[in-house]
């Protein structure tokens, strides 16, 4: 099966763990137009009062992402036909023949 997630913060990530763990032999990218590494939002405060450092916030660099076998693209998605398995992107390419799950739906704009 071929799954894309779009939003690869914490509820992506989940959903992209969760897609491997059922699906082995997946093929699953990640859109997420926000730069990597996919750090912790809620830990910004800590941040801003210096009670963490800014590289504490990473919560999945490169490396998780190509342990997990997601293939990542600093992508906005910005319309879905699901009766046709098609997604389009702000670049105008258009995904077609996947599965897709939006990880945060209040972000999205399709």
Request: hydrophobic share 40%; proline share 6%; glycine share 10%.
């Given at each position: 099966?071929?799954?894309?997630?779009?939003?690869?913060?914490?509820?992506?990530?989940?959903?992209?763990?969760?897609?491997?763990?059922?699906?082995?032999?997946?093929?699953?990218?990640g859109l997420d137009p926000s730069p990597l590494p996919v750090y912790s939002r809620p830990l910004i405060s800590y941040v801003l009062s210096g009670e963490m450092a800014l590289p504490d916030m990473?919560?999945?660099?490169?490396?998780?992402?190509?342990?997990?076998?997601?293939?990542?693209?600093?992508?906005?998605?910005?319309?879905?036909?699901?009766?046709?398995?098609?997604?389009?992107?702000?670049?105008?390419?258009?995904?077609?023949?996947?599965?897709?799950?939006?990880?945060?739906?209040?972000?999205?704009?399709?």
């Amino acid at each position: 099966m071929r799954y894309v997630v779009v939003g690869l913060h914490a509820t992506g990530r989940s959903a992209c763990m969760w897609l491997r763990k059922v699906d082995k032999s997946a093929e699953i990218v990640g859109l997420d137009p926000s730069p990597l590494p996919v750090y912790s939002r809620p830990l910004i405060s800590y941040v801003l009062s210096g009670e963490m450092a800014l590289p504490d916030m990473d919560v999945a660099t490169d490396g998780f992402w190509k342990d997990l076998g997601v293939s990542v693209r600093g992508e906005r998605a910005v319309a879905l036909d699901p009766g046709r398995g098609r997604l389009e992107l702000a670049s105008g390419e258009s995904l077609a023949g996947w599965t897709s799950t939006r990880a945060n739906p209040s972000k999205s704009t399709w």
